[in-house]
Antibody, heavy 120, light 108 residues
Framework: DVHLLESGGGLVQPGGSQRLSCAAS????????MIWVRQTPGKGLEWVSR????????YYADSVKGRFTISRDNSNNTLYLQMNSLRAEDTAVYYC?????????????WGQGTLVTVSS | EIVLTQSPSTLSLSPGERATLSCRASQIVYNNFLAWYQRKPGQTPRLLFY???SRATDIPDRFSGSGSATDFTLTISRLEPEDFAVYYCQQYGSSLWTFGQGTKVEIK
């Protein structure tokens, strides 16, 4: 079974940094693009970032570009999101998710999420 | 980036009724690479459709997806009690993916 487990959330001050991790199992991790999506309190889903299967291509939403960095360690089946210069509006539950296939596909598996709260 | 606008924001219907949800894109969605997800409280999103009309695994046939270019529709022919949830559309045809803001289907 596919399993995605996020960690690293918590309370961080505005301007601070946080690194999220997502441990993957149950599928050939190095064969799939991986994605971070967030959901802010009371609002909908927001796509944050995507990384290609090899890690060679990365993409970011305008709202986080220049502040967040996505990366992956295929030898350890782990996805990361380094978040710098955090703002109150970055407060959200962050989910890692797996793309359904190679090529143009959406997301088929999601983790349970980790809450990041940016507040002084 | 492509902005997806879903309407209505909330749909109040009774079990057995038909639900029609709209998703409109600010630009043409490349090759109709648009997905629909269902989200229930405490659960992760469940993929319903991809490529606008391709049904995902184990999705009942009372659900249908249609549309092209900038206008897409999710239809639930007869609402079952378990269908009351929030539905999101998402485009994955461009480098920067985007979600719609969601439509809540609630019990009238």
């Amino acid at each position: 079974d596919v399993h995605l487990l996020e960690s690293g959330g918590g309370l961080v001050q505005p301007g601070g940094s946080q690194r999220l991790s997502c441990a993957a199992s149950g599928f050939p991790f190095g064969s799939y693009d991986m994605i971070w999506v967030r959901q802010t309190p009371g609002k909908g889903l927001e796509w944050v970032s995507r990384i290609s299967e090899s890690g060679g291509r990365t993409y970011y939403a305008d709202s986080v570009k220049g502040r967040f960095t996505i990366s992956r360690d295929n030898s350890n089946n782990t996805l990361y999101l380094q978040m710098n210069s955090l703002r109150a509006e970055d407060t959200a539950v962050y989910y890692c998710a797996k793309k359904m296939g190679v090529g143009y596909y959406p997301l088929d598996y999601w983790g349970q999420g980790t809450l990041v709260t940016v507040s002084s | 980036e492509i902005v997806l606008t879903q309407s209505p924001s909330t749909l109040s219907l009774s079990p057995g009724e038909r639900a029609t949800l709209s998703c409109r894109a600010s630009q043409i969605v490349y090759n109709n690479f648009l997905a629909w997800y269902q989200r229930k409280p405490g659960q992760t999103p469940r993929l319903l459709f991809y490529a606008a009309s391709s049904r995902a695994t184990d999705i009942p046939d009372r659900f249908s997806g249609s549309g092209s270019a900038t206008d897409f529709t999710l239809t639930i022919s007869r609402l079952e009690p378990e269908d009351f949830a929030v539905y999101y559309c998402q485009q994955y045809g461009s480098s920067l993916w985007t979600f719609g803001q969601g439509t809540k289907v609630e019990i009238k």
